[in-house]
């Protein structure tokens, strides 16, 4: 349980740091919260929808697949 808690804390840093640095290499905070909103809640159901394994093979390399990786770790 330990493991999951600092795990998931870990994550939501880097998750804001993402954030941040999308802000900062935009110069623009409109612009880096759009850009932070697309990456993080619009890519992966847009991935869904592409044909083939695709939309699976650039899923695995979201930010989202490393929170899931500490939801999963208390299931087993």
């Known amino acids: 349980m330990l493991r ?3 795990g998931t804390g870990v994550y939501l840093t880097l998750i804001g740091l993402l954030g941040a640095a999308l802000g ?3 110069r623009s905070t ?3 919260i759009t850009a932070f909103a697309g990456l993080i809640l619009v890519l992966p159901g847009l991935l869904q929808v592409l044909p083939g394994s695709w939309g ?3 899923a ?3 930010p989202e697949q490393a929170g899931e990786a500490f939801i ?3 299931r087993d």
């Open 4 to 6: 999951v808690v600092i």
């Open 24 to 26: 900062w290499l935009l």
């Open 60 to 62: 695995h390399y979201l």
């Open 30 to 32: 409109p612009g880096g």
């Open 56 to 58: 699976q093979t650039v």
């Open 72 to 74: 999963v770790s208390i």
